[in-house]
């Protein structure tokens, strides 16, 4: 019944078939190797089941052996190759040797010479032959070792009984000559008992089943190697592979009876499965039959009562129900383990059983089967179609197919097909239950039908569920508590991931109009199906029509930002629209936009970063880290986190190790370059990691400007900064950006002409950079000519009329050139575009522009003598606490102030100035005083008395002398 | 036969205190099972002071004296120890009694009541051919082929003859040169216990001889025995690997056999040498299903060859001191084990000083008490854990 020969099979290809058992021949081999090199003998015993590939495994490891150069040199092979049968003695044990030697030996001569070694010792007197069979084997063997290769060897010992094993072992020991590899299907007592010979004499290696994945391997190799060429493509098809699947399944990973149905399949390729499985049924029985024949009674009462039941029986309860004592049925239990029948699995003091290849069940069952056909027939659904299909077949017919007569129930026959499915799905009941109850909840047609595609597309994926258990969007919708929007968003992905675009619309659609999104979150349905839409590699122009259709919906403001620029960045190429997002949206924009084969960022990533709670997300950043714990990103985001948190060792430790699992990644590189400068302050190291993230992506110019951000601000290395500079706007020619950056460079270095240049190029390029302007603006203005820079700060605001910079440096050149209601009205809009509180937090902190802004309308309100400006501007003074230099400053005011309001309360000009005086340091009067100074001088109106105008003059000169 | 003693390494302190008791008396080795005994003698065949010839012989597989004496004597021909067969007094000897036989038709029945008589004679010709030299007749498995005379074959008797005859032979031919080594992983008390328990035996056959026990090895033995293990492997070592190499020892006792397995262990799963995979190998070994430590024989080795009446109680003994992390007093032993059985306080006395002999405890003694520990940790580790 054999098909799979590993007798005769050419080396090669046993080679080849060696799925799962690969490691074990290697590590035998190499042990063999050292053993022989080292002269140490080596003692090996494999244990595995019927058909489990044991001979598959000795044949290979007699091929590796007798081909290599160090091991015949070294010893003579002996391979017994399921010839166990019969030896009884250590003399008929050389005898097998001997044969062995004749049937491999490729040499005419020996095989000869052996054959009339046997003849003498036939002729021997029975006591002289052992002595005389050693006597040839040692002399034959000379300086090498014996290398034998023995099946079965559990029945060889047998068969030697124990005198005959210690003889064996007394030979082995005494001549330091035998290296055994042998199989056994089970542990047996000559190796197990203390006082046998044999007692821990081996290393014992276990032969497990093949796992799934092994099994497919198997069968896939089988098709590449022995056909037909259709079957390899058909493996890939979801049909092959639940066929694959229930193969596995049903041989319990058995190598022989994979071989066994993959022959079966041969013949018919679109079989069901039903066919391979009765015709292996039927070639099978009277295999399975004649071994339990040869059972004493009792024994196939067991086996018998274990293949009715499906799952495995206590030991007490089969006591029980066959009628037996615990202790007689333990007894059998353990013949059955050695005969390798039954299985054991320990449950508390009692064993729990069941039969070790389910065929064996299959084969009882077919002949004692009491549940009638549908039951018989629903069993073997299950196992033939994979649970997948049978799901699959159930959901179709109860929800998709057109099934409602006009009375509103099923149709007879379908119904009655549905019930077969219904109680295929057996003990995976439970499974489809909720996801039933979830289906059925959904009013809208649409939504249903994308729910049930979609369960039934991911149900080949997975067995029981189309989710792993705990993220399972049914098992979370159920659960009252949590939230359904992801849930929505799982499914979501989910559709688009098996390309059912239109139903993931529908149900974003039908979701808005059911109203039931709340808002809020960074990572919005409209976004996931965005992104899924990017991930799916969809032609640009459909994406554009969803896009459009998605635009419609009444969704949030921030998803559309988003979902609009990415439209006009992406698809329809406007490279400036980026810059309508902020940094952190445009980061996120970045993340969306990745496609799957470039970027493997966990979904659930954005999620997490949108968590405020900084305990929650610790936790689900070790969830996700367990989840993935080897996808870099993950741990490079994690380490992020850990450094914010100030963890510096563990951030260093997981920012290592993403770098480790993808050292061409730059982000990982910057990231932690960012790391080591701000919180380690390894300032040369972290340099090295920004000129690897240029390194690792020289197009990207983000990485460009961390290094001469760095060279700037960090090493105020200048030349370095310009050198690299001029090397960007040759590499960049088309940004803006880096003209711009550029020329900011060039201005505080006081290269006003230059700086220029630079901007007025980052203007051609973009004209709508405000930026630009701004800075054109200051520049105008350090090269005093006020008329252009105001017109630059003014396009600027135009541009941005939140700019606040460009109406501060717009209200001083006008407070220059004398139009106070002008730089007045420009200061009130900074107030304006900023809250009461951020305004006082800006004082306490020194921010020079707020200070110098409220000190500005202070002075103005004094020099125009407008009390309500003045008490405006005053009470954001209120509770706050100064740093003493902006309370100095604000001292002068208030001397100011009171020179106007109250001139009682100013002292001599002598003593005030020295007052001053003495809390005076240096860079402690603030730029607004110089504007002041010369306005004062050139005021002409009447606005301030002129005794007080020479009294503030002075005070100014004064204090200017310090 | 000379074996190849490359791969046998350390064991040089004992092996020349064995020879220096050997000039005068004969010894009985025993020691747990995987203790490298094997190895030693076989180490002691090779590497010898000039005034020894050693011979080495095990007879674990020989199911009657008289196949014992004729694989030694084709054993000792094939050694080339023997005269030629027509010089020597066996052979003289073996004419006048069986005419017309052939010497190796001493297999046959009619041989059986002769092997000691043959015995002597080949004894007398092995002083003829070697005069002036110390013949050392090393018997590996001894104790064990006893035991299967007594319990497999009925041989009780004959047991008993083979013992008396080795003692008067030592008697006799002992100052003139010829001195044995009988070496076993079962103690020989346990045969002699099974001889005097059931056989009513009253002989002392093994008083004249010095008893020696094979330990686990010195530290520096084991050290040598790693390295040697690591170089003839493949394993890659660093500069870190000699702190390491120590503490591998320490963590196996400095028994060889688990030394040997735990470097092979690496060697297979291609790691290095360092403390985490010393530990996990350990665990390993300890820990995992199956036998690769091949502990279970210091407990099958207890129920095979002990007595019913104390295997039960050797067995709570042990499991209780599995449990114990200090030295216990023979008074607290004795306090356990009566909460569990009646027993008499010889009987535990017994107990004790067989699990003593049997190297599975070791013994303080501190203002004149006896307190006891477990002798090796290892094994402590895994009968805590498998069986206590």
Known sequence: ????????????????????????????????????????????????????????????????????????????????????????????????????????????????????????????????????????????????????????????????????????????????????????????????????????????????????????????????????????????????????????????????????????????????????????????????????????????????????????????????????????????????????????????????????????????????????????????????????????????????????????????????????????????????????????????????????????????????????????????????????????????????????????????????????????ENITIPIIFLRGLIMSGLDKELIENYILRLLVLPIDEFSTKLISVFLEYDIRNDKNAIYDLSKEERALLEHIRRTSISYHFPPEMLDLRSEPNGNKKERLYKHLIKKYPSDPYVLNDYANFLSRKEDEKEAEKYYLKAIELNPKEAEFTDDYGLFLLYYKKRIKLAKKFFLKSIDLEPKSLSYWFRYVDFLEDEEGNIKETEKVYKKMTKLFPNSSKVFLHYGIQQFCQGDYVNALESINKAIIINPENDCAYYYRGKIFSSLGNSEDSIKNFSHSIELDADNIPAYFDRSITFFEQNKLKESKDDLLKIISLLTIKSIKDALQNNNEIICVTIFNLLIIGIVTKNLTLINKAEKYFNKVKLSPEVEWNYRIISIMKDTIIDKSKIPSLKTLVRSLKKDYNPNKLMTSFDPLSKYLKTDTSNTIQQLNRDFLIQLLNEIAKF | MRFDSTNIIGRDKEISNFFSILKTHSIVLSSHRRMGKTMLLKKMTSEYPNEFVPFFIIVEGKSSPEEFFHDLYRQLQEDKLLPDNKNSRIFDWYEKTFAGMEIKDMKLPSFRSHWKDALRKTVEDLLETNKGKNIIIMIDEFPMMLYKFIKDNDLAKEAIEMLDTLREIRQVYGDKGIKFIFCGSIGINIVLDLLRKNHHYAGEPINDMNLEILDAMTPMDAEMLANHLIKTSNIKIDSSSVMNIDELCKEVDFLPFYIDLIIKEIDINQEVVSKENIAKEVEKLISSPGNQGQFNHFSDRINTYYEEDIKLKAKQILNWLSRQDVLKSEEEIRNYLASKNTVQIEDVNLILKKLFDDLYIKREIKDGIRFYEFKYRLLKRWWSINLG
């Not at chain 1, 010992?157 to 056994?184: C, H, W």
């Not at chain 1, 079957?231 to 049909?239: A, G, I, P």
């Not at chain 1, 499974?431 to 369960?455: D, F, M, W, Y």
């Open chain 1, 1 to 520: 019944m054999l098909i799979f020969n590993s007798k005769s099979e050419n080396p090669e290809h046993l080679e080849e078939m060696l799925i799962g058992r690969k490691g074990i021949v290697d590590s035998l081999e190499k042990s063999v190797n050292q053993g022989l090199i080292n002269n140490q003998n080596v003692q090996h015993l494999l244990i595995g089941t019927r058909g489990s590939g044991k001979t598959h495994v000795m044949h290979v490891l007699f091929n590796r052996f007798s081909s290599s150069k160090i091991i015949t040199e070294k010893a003579k092979i002996g391979y017994m190759i399921e010839e166990e049968i019969g030896i009884d003695s250590l003399f008929s044990l050389i005898i097998r040797i001997f044969e062995a030697f004749i049937r491999w030996s490729t040499n005419k001569e020996e095989k000869i010479e052996w054959r009339n070694k046997i003849e003498i010792l036939k002729d021997l007197k029975p006591y002289e032959r052992e002595d005389k069979a050693k006597e040839f084997l040692l002399s034959y063997l000379k300086e090498k070792k014996l290398l034998l290769l023995i099946e079965n060897i559990n029945e060889v010992f047998s068969g030697m009984k124990k005198p005959g094993q210690a003889r064996l072992r007394d030979f082995i020991q005494q001549y330091e000559k035998v290296n055994i590899i042998a199989t056994s299907q089970v542990l047996f007592s000559d190796i197990q008992n203390e006082d046998k010979p044999f007692h821990n004499f081996f290393k014992i290696t276990h032969l497990d089943r093949l796992s799934e994945e092994e099994t497919k391997l198997l069968l896939q190799t089988f098709a590449r190697t022995e056909g037909p060429p259709e079957l390899e493509s058909h493996f890939l098809t979801s049909q092959g592979i639940s066929q694959m699947k229930s193969i596995y399944f049903l041989s319990g990973g058995n190598h022989r009876l994979i071989a066994l149905f993959y022959e079966f399949l041969k013949i018919d390729i679109k079989s069901d499965m039903a066919d391979p499985f009765l015709k292996t049924l039927d070639k099978l029985k009277p295999y399975y039959e004649s071994f339990i024949r040869y059972l004493p009674p009792q024994q196939q009462k067991i086996i018998h009562f274990l293949a009715l039941k499906h799952k495995p029986q206590l030991g007490s309860v089969v006591a029980k129900e066959c009628f037996l004592t615990p202790g007689g049925t333990s007894k059998q239990m353990n013949e059955l383990q050695n005969k390798g029948f039954v299985e054991s699995h320990k449950m508390g003091r009692d064993n729990k059983y069941e039969l070790a290849e389910p065929m064996l069940r299959f084969c009882i069952e077919l002949t004692d089967n009491r549940d009638g056909i549908i039951g018989m027939l629903a069993r073997f659904i299950t196992i033939l179609y994979s649970d997948t299909e049978i799901i699959n077949k159930y959901l179709k017919l109860k929800y998709l197919s057109p099934i409602n007569c006009p009375d509103g129930n099923l149709k007879k026959n379908q119904y009655e097909e549905i019930l077969i499915y219904e109680k295929a799905g057996g003990e995976n009941k439970n499974n489809i239950q909720h996801l039933e109850t979830l289906i059925q909840s959904i009013e809208n047609e649409s939504a249903r039908g994308a729910l049930v595609k979609i369960t039934m597309m991911s149900r080949d994926k997975y067995l029981n569920c189309p989710y792993v258990s705990e993220s399972c969007p049914c098992n979370l919708l159920m659960n009252k508590e949590e939230n359904k929007e992801k849930v929505w968003k799982l499914f979501i992905s989910e559709l688009l991931k098996y390309s059912l675009f239109e139903e993931a619309f529908s149900l974003v659609n039908q979701l808005y109009k059911d109203h039931s999104i709340e808002k809020g």
